[in-house]
């Protein structure tokens, strides 16, 4: 009798251990594709013409107050003003947007800084995420991308590559 105690609780010891790692696993399967496609979502697309077109219409109506009609940024953008904030930069290839990635761009832009820093920080830069949807946020970043030289380009690509094997 005490064998078939022993074969009970060997069993039900590897359906402890069997059941959650199957579920686990199929969960993993489960989400992998939805991540992929998740990923996939911030991918800039600089030499689509109807996505770049789209991106400027809504960088003219949402972003060129601040950033510039040519992308120019503010005068002195480097520096901050005397209310503590910075001017905002620009997205040609004089300023910085072309050193983050496609998400981080994305992330920035549809949550602002401070959900992407998890603390306050002084800026002017509003979230999007209730103005603009996903598909013209995408836009006007591929927008952006397309008037950057060919090596910056080629830079900021190998940022996307060096993120994604991560």
Request: aromatic share 12%.
């Amino acid at each position: 009798m005490s064998l078939n105690f022993k074969s009970f609780i060997k069993i039900r010891f590897l359906l402890a251990i069997f059941i959650p790692t199957f579920l686990l696993f199929f969960g993993i399967i489960i989400y992998m594709p939805k991540d992929k496609n998740a990923q996939a979502a911030y991918i800039l697309n600089p030499d689509n013409h109807d996505i770049v077109e789209l991106g400027k219409s809504v960088y003219v109506q949402n972003c060129a107050s601040c950033h510039g009609v040519k992308l120019e940024g503010q005068k002195d953008w480097m520096l901050r003003l005397p209310d503590g904030l910075m001017p905002a930069p620009p997205h040609d290839e004089t300023g910085h947007t072309w050193h983050h990635s496609d998400k981080y761009l994305f992330m920035i832009t549809k949550y602002g800084i401070e959900d992407i820093v998890g603390q306050k920080y002084a800026n002017n830069m509003p979230a999007y995420k209730n103005i603009l949807s996903d598909k013209e946020i995408i836009a006007v970043l591929s927008y952006i991308k397309s008037t950057w030289p060919n090596e910056v380009k080629k830079i900021h690509d190998q940022i996307n590559d060096r993120e994604k094997s991560m």
